[in-house]
């Protein structure tokens, strides 16, 4: 057996079919890019129609496979709607990537039910409602991957976790669940933890050059991350090569969480 033979046995996603939240910038954007130059036909959900034009447009450039749906995940009627749409596309998901958040942080005594509501529908919820939708199916198939982008706000409160940290923290007990639920089926459920990777979604924090500094400085590698970092995590987290890891929270942050 060469090497690639043996290598496409583990990693390779051909025939796979993915949907990726949030998949238009960022983390997700690599890791969309990740997915589908593995083999896999990646549906981008996310909203800015712009966005996710280019992005798909890069990747079909490339031989990929790739479409898009403009979705809006802060509504059970809007997330059950995107589910359908990327259905359309490729067929039912194998991969479900659950990147989209949204980054709203006052001071917890300025901390509205509003924020709190919009916090938890597009990073609770929607995980929570796409992995009902699709869970099942993959289970039935005997065959699927979901995986949860989180933060180090799901384990240490720092720089204003407010209602983003307990967000992140339950979707992780929300990957536990997940797992236990459909891991017997051949479905694992999995969350990839970042370290601080500037990026849209922190763009108050990534302007601040001291803090940046800070933060790059707490990690053992000794800069921040970039998005291009979870590449070879999600890959494998998607693929044959973890079929024995499940429930897990694997860290992607330079040392960051413990140094």
């Known amino acids: ?43 981008i959900v996310a909203r800015k129609e712009a966005q996710l034009v280019a992005t798909v447009e890069e990747l079909t450039a490339e031989g990929c496979r790739a479409a898009w749906v403009s979705g809006d995940l802060g509504s059970r009627e809007g997330v059950r709607t995107a589910a359908e749409r990327a259905v359309k596309a490729h067929g039912e998901p194998d991969i479900l990537v659950n990147s989209a958040g949204i980054n709203l942080r006052p001071p917890m005594g300025e901390l509205s039910e509003e924020v709190w509501d919009s916090t938890m529908a597009v990073n609770l919820e929607a995980p929570y409602l796409l992995g009902e939708r699709f869970g099942p199916g993959m289970a039935e ?7 949860h982008i989180t933060s180090q706000q799901a384990h240490r409160a720092f720089v204003r976790s407010g209602a983003y940290g307990v967000s992140k923290g339950a979707v992780e007990s929300l990957a536990r669940s997940q797992a236990e639920a459909w891991s017997p089926y051949g479905v694992t459920c999995n969350t990839l933890v970042p370290g601080f990777v500037p990026s849209p979604l922190n763009a108050r924090l990534s302007s601040d050059p001291e803090m940046v500094a800070a933060l790059a400085a707490r990690t053992m590698v000794g800069r921040n991350g970039l998005a291009e970092d979870f ?10 090569a973890s ?17």
């Open 1 to 43: 057996m060469s090497s690639q033979t043996y290598l496409s046995s583990l990693f390779s996603l051909d025939g796979r079919v993915a949907v990726v939240t949030g998949g238009s910038s960022g983390i997700g954007r690599a890791i969309a890019g990740a997915l589908a130059r593995a083999g896999a036909s990646v549906v």
């Open 141 to 147: 198939r005997g065959f699927g991957r979901i995986i």
């Open 231 to 240: 590449a070879g995590a999600a890959v494998f987290l998607a693929s044959r």
């Open 243 to 259: 079929a024995y890891v499940t429930g897990q929270a694997v860290f992607v942050d330079g040392g960051f969480s413990v140094h």
